[in-house]
């Protein structure tokens, strides 16, 4: 019953990121140092996933090459005795198996799901949206997904409460609570007007996902914003498999927009005891 691929989604335009993702991936932004999408790499095998597949598209080659070898640099590094940051490159394209699938044109994240069909319908898999990054938490957003799933089957869905006035950001669902923090879904709605919101759940960038969702998604016809919703398959799955929501425990940014990713890279800064002096001399005019 576990769940040994994990399917990263990440041939969006970014348009938000707009005019830096002309040219460069949104998943490649740096949290200081490290690009957006190592965090989203590092919790899918912290979570027990042997497989990476990304769902690509142009202008994401940075992501391939970023996780492969680099020889050019890696030689540099060693005659110029930077031992310890050859390691750091040679870790990174050690780091996972990832298989890459071109989507070729971004219809929605329905069919960029539908994209890794390939290769995820033999079994349940996990999926990672990488623009949600979770700082500082105890327990991988996704292993809390996966333990779910071991312990009750079917599928699994990340939930926030989000505020009220938000619920149109997102997918909505409606659910009945059984346990604590762990809802029976019953219906979802994606981007919903206040009036129309079922609850304030929302879902959040993380999946377990059944393969009964690809003959949905084959079928599924392009929702809000003209785009084919998972959200809208799993609508329809969940009238026939169960579909569970995880209220997760951890602190996610959402990467994917501006605020999201300045104060995922300011709270970065204040853990590291080096970088925490640089922000607070800046937020006191120093
Ligand atoms: P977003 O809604 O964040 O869209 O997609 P986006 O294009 O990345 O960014 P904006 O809204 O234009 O700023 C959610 C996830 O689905 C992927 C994205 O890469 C992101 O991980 N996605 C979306 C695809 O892979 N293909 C698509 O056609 C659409």
Redesign the pocket.
């Known amino acids: 019953m576990t769940v040994k691929k994990c399917l990263f989604?990440?041939?969006?335009?970014?348009?938000?990121?707009l005019p830096v993702t002309k040219e460069i991936a949104?998943e490649m932004l740096p949290l200081v140092n490290r690009p957006i999408i190592s965090y989203g790499v590092e919790e899918a095998l912290a979570s027990g996933c042997e497989e990476i597949i990304m769902?690509t598209?142009r202008a994401k080659r940075s992501i391939e090459n970023y996780f492969d070898r680099s020889f050019e640099l890696e030689d540099l590094l060693l005659k110029r005795g930077k031992k310890e940051l050859y390691d750091m490159m040679i870790k990174i394209s050690n780091l996972a198996e990832i298989l890459y699938i071109r989507?070729r044109e971004?219809?929605?994240?329905g069919?960029?799901v539908l994209c890794g069909e390939p290769v995820c319908s033999s079994g349940y898999f996990g999926v990672i949206?990488?623009?949600d990054v979770f700082i500082n938490n105890d327990e991988p957003i996704l292993s809390q997904l996966i333990k779910t799933h071991e312990r009750l089957g079917g599928s699994v869905i990340a939930l926030e409460q989000v505020e009220l006035e938000n619920v149109s950001r997102y997918g909505i669902v409606a659910s009945e609570e059984v346990e604590p923090g762990i809802h029976r879904i019953s219906d979802m709605v994606e981007k919903p007007s206040l009036s129309d919101a079922p609850s304030n759940y929302a879902i959040m960038g993380r999946y377990v996902l059944s393969p009964s969702i690809f003959p949905i998604l084959r079928e599924q016809q392009a929702g809000t914003g003209g785009?084919i919703q998972l959200t809208d398959a799993l609508r329809t799955l969940a009238k026939s498999e169960p579909v569970w929501g995880v209220v997760y425990k951890g602190r996610r940014f959402d990467c994917?927009t501006q605020k999201g990713w300045l104060s995922a890279n300011v709270q970065l800064a204040l853990d590291d005891p080096e970088l925490r002096n640089v922000v607070l001399e800046v937020v006191n005019g120093r």
């Open positions: 989604p990440v041939a969006g335009l970014g348009t938000r990121f949104k769902i598209g989507q971004p219809l929605g994240l069919h960029a949206l990488p623009d785009e994917g």
